[in-house]
């Protein structure tokens, strides 16, 4: 008698862990449980590019956000600067920005200082930032670059600077 309540008691439990898996009259899966969770995220629309070549020591890393077209229909970027207190706003550029690895900061004069970089190139026109930690703060420049001049320097200023 003790084994068939036992038994029974089994069956009931497993009749209700079965029925709890059901939503409605059809079996819950995966697949509805991602959809629901994806309609949650559907508000972001691009992930970031991270910069994760940046110098261990510093803090500061650029992340675009790509944006599929600007007001004239070509690919942009935003670019920002990571602190570990905040997010900056730097620019928005036309090209589809990408992160610039340390140990190609010399092809594009970069310093070797600068602790993060980025930029894009757009119909043979290029614009491009760097960082320079700063003991009150970060500097930020800017360079263009011109496929078309003869020369095709790269040319930098400071662009920002944020305390």
Not at 13 to 18: A, C, G, N, S
Not at 140 to 156: E, Y
């Amino acid at each position: 008698m003790k084994k068939l309540s036992t038994l029974f008691g089994v069956m009931i439990i497993t009749v209700i862990l079965v029925s709890s898996c059901k939503k409605g009259n059809e079996p819950m899966n995966e697949e509805v449980v991602l959809e629901d969770t994806l309609e949650v995220s559907k508000e972001i629309v691009f992930e970031p590019v991270i910069d994760s070549s940046s110098k261990a020591n510093s803090l500061l890393k650029f992340k675009i956000m790509p944006i599929e077209s600007d007001a004239n229909g070509d690919p942009a970027s935003k670019i920002y600067v990571s602190t570990d207190l905040a997010l900056d706003f730097v620019a928005s550029i036309t090209g589809k920005a990408i992160i610039i690895k340390n140990d190609e900061f010399s092809k594009f004069n970069i310093p070797a200082e600068a602790v993060s970089a980025c930029g894009s190139m757009f119909k043979g026109v290029g614009t491009y930032f760097y960082i320079i930690d700063a003991k009150s703060g970060y500097k930020i420049f800017k360079g263009t670059q011109d496929n078309s001049s003869p020369d095709k320097v790269f040319k930098w200023e400071e662009f920002k600077q944020i305390n």
